[in-house]
């Protein structure tokens, strides 16, 4: 009798589905992406939104602004001019922030963090 392995994804590990990762990656990449930038010319060039809830203007996500797990995602924006990246990250099905099933939005990007003259 032959043996089978069997692979598991890391979110399947994890207990997330798939669909759930996909929608928390789209959200945090739309965000910080498209929506920020529309967000940033259209106020004036200024770098950090109050709250996530301006950007929902130029974006199609939920109005509510939570992950699949149920918890708000979380706005990133350094406030220091040395410290200059906007982010947002889902918290993941743990739901706690700085844990290894966490999405970044800057980890989606491949060229790192949204900094201030990316934008000019």
């Known amino acids: ?67 699949p797990w149920g918890e708000p995602y979380v706005m990133m924006c350094g406030s220091d001019p040395s410290d200059d990246v906007f982010g947002v990250v889902s918290k993941g099905k743990d739901r706690t922030l700085g844990t290894s099933d966490d999405i970044a939005s800057w980890s989606l990007w491949g060229r790192g963090c949204l900094k201030r003259d990316y934008l000019r």
């Open 1 to 67: 009798m032959a043996a089978t392995a069997l692979v598991l994804a890391p979110w399947v590990l994890a207990g997330a589905t798939p669909d759930a990762v996909v929608e928390a990656r789209a959200t945090t990449k739309q965000l910080s992406g498209e929506a920020f930038r529309k967000w940033h010319v259209d106020n004036d060039k200024r770098f950090c939104p109050k709250s996530l809830v301006p950007l929902l203007k130029f974006s199609n996500v939920r109005k509510d602004l939570l992950d």
